[in-house]
Structure formats: C-alpha cells, structure tokens
C-alpha cells in the first residue's frame, strides 16, 4: 500500500482514480479548505474517511508536509512506453511524451508531471533502473497530475527511444550545446528527452536521440536550469509552436 497526502492530490485521485484508494485520514482539528468536497468525493466512491490524530496523520505521511490529509492508495502502476502512443491516438493529436533520463528527485519529477499534463502531454517515460518513480513525494509534487497523467517504465531507455522512433516519433534531447529550441521545428510527433539534474543526458542517451536543442538563457551567471524547468520550458516551446501552426 502507498500513500498520497496533501488536499489537492488527495481530491484528485479521488476524481480521477477513485477505484485506487482504499482509505482517506484527515487529522482531527484540521482546517482542510475542500473539506467538503473531499467527503462528497469519498461517499460517491464508497471510500472511506476516518478522523484520527494529527500524529498518526503525520506519521503516515512520512514527517512531510500533509495538510492533514492523507489517502492510502493502490501502489502506483506503470504504463508500457508504446501504450502512450495510444492515448494520443485515442485524443486524435499528435504524441508528445516526455523522457527523464536517470532523474532522482522526486520533486524535480512531480513538478515535470505537473507540466507534462498542463502541456497536454500524453505521458511520461522514466528509467526503471536509477531513478525515481512515483513515489509519494513526487505525486504530493505533481499536485494530482498523476492521477490524469500516465507514467512508463523503460527497461532499457534508448532501446524504448529507438522504439518510438520506429513508430515515427522525433526524439529530441535537451542539452546546453544543442540548437536553440525556438529554432527547430517540433509540431511533430515529439518526445522530449531531459537529462538529470547535474549530470544532464547520458551520452548514450544523447546518441539515441534525433535532434537536441537547447533553451536560450539570458540571465548572467545561470549555469543551467533544473530538471523540472527546462522540461516545462521545452514542452511549452512545443505547445506554443502546435498553437502557432493551428
């Protein structure tokens, strides 16, 4: 069993997933602001809610910031990297996906879920091996992208990039020597490719890869950006170019 904690990705698995929890715990005496809506959520999906003390709350939480809430859910499943294409086709647009290479911060990885939903990604692909998944850190990051977004697990991730493209996907890698990414044409079939936080795209990884770009900084003495922020700028680039195409 796994836990979701926090107001916000509590209600959305309880939106989007609700056949997933199996039990939701509020601290007595909290001030939760969608106290309501989170029990008409649970009694719609027969899921139920119990008041226990703070403590207990807190300690299922793992000592990280709860709210006062916290769901015991359905350990996470992953998608197979190919089913992503699916759900694009089933949208009827053109597949952007999003590729971690070996990130290990659950935060970093929320906020990229966060920004792959909010881009109309159609799914997130992570390394099996030396990398984080989705634990309950990265979903409380996510703010409940999780329960609408699918996540893959690659095995091997350059034999899933060369899968892809195979199926007519441009896999386009993100590295600070690439061409500026407001320069290259991604209205296509696209799978963003971000490396890890310092080390960037393995070199094997980057050998796999279609194009890379890079991200046009103009503020003096940024090295580079973090994972999860060159993700959300690259996807938006991709949105913003399908928008100006129409």
């Known amino acids: 069993m796994a836990v979701v904690y926090g107001v916000n990705p509590v209600v959305e698995v309880l939106t989007a997933q609700p056949g997933t929890v199996e039990r939701v715990y509020v601290a007595e005496g909290a001030k939760v602001h969608d106290l309501d809506r989170l029990y008409d959520l649970a009694r719609r999906s027969g899921v139920r809610i119990e008041r226990v003390p703070r403590e207990r709350v807190a300690r299922l939480a793992g000592g990280k910031v709860h709210q ?8 996470a499943t992953y998608a197979d990297p190919l089913d992503l294409l699916d759900v694009a086709a089933a949208a009827g647009t053109q597949p952007l996906l ?21 881009m109309g990604g159609h799914g997130v692909v992570i390394p099996k091996d030396r990398a984080v998944g989705l634990t309950p850190a990265a979903v409380k990051a996510s703010a409940g992208a999780t329960a609408h977004l699918q996540v893959a697990r690659a ?7 060369d899968d892809l493209k195979e199926k007519g996907v441009w896999v386009i890698g993100a590295d600070m020597e690439g061409e500026p990414c407001d320069r290259v044409d991604l209205t296509g079939p696209i799978c963003v490719v971000i490396g890890s936080e310092g080390k960037g795209l393995r070199p094997l990884t980057r050998q796999h890869c279609d194009r890379v770009v890079s991200i046009p900084m103009h503020g003096a003495g940024v090295g580079s950006l973090s994972a999860s922020a060159a993700a959300s700028i690259l996807l ?3 949105a913003r170019q399908r928008r100006a195409r129409g």
């Open 68 to 75: 006062g809430v916290v769901a015991e859910v359905v350990e």
């Open 98 to 118: 999003l590729a971690l290479d070996q990130v290990q911060d659950p935060i970093h990885l929320g906020a990229a879920l966060r920004s792959a939903h909010a």
């Open 155 to 161: 095995t091997n991730l350059s034999r899933t990039l």
């Open 236 to 238: 938006y680039e991709v």
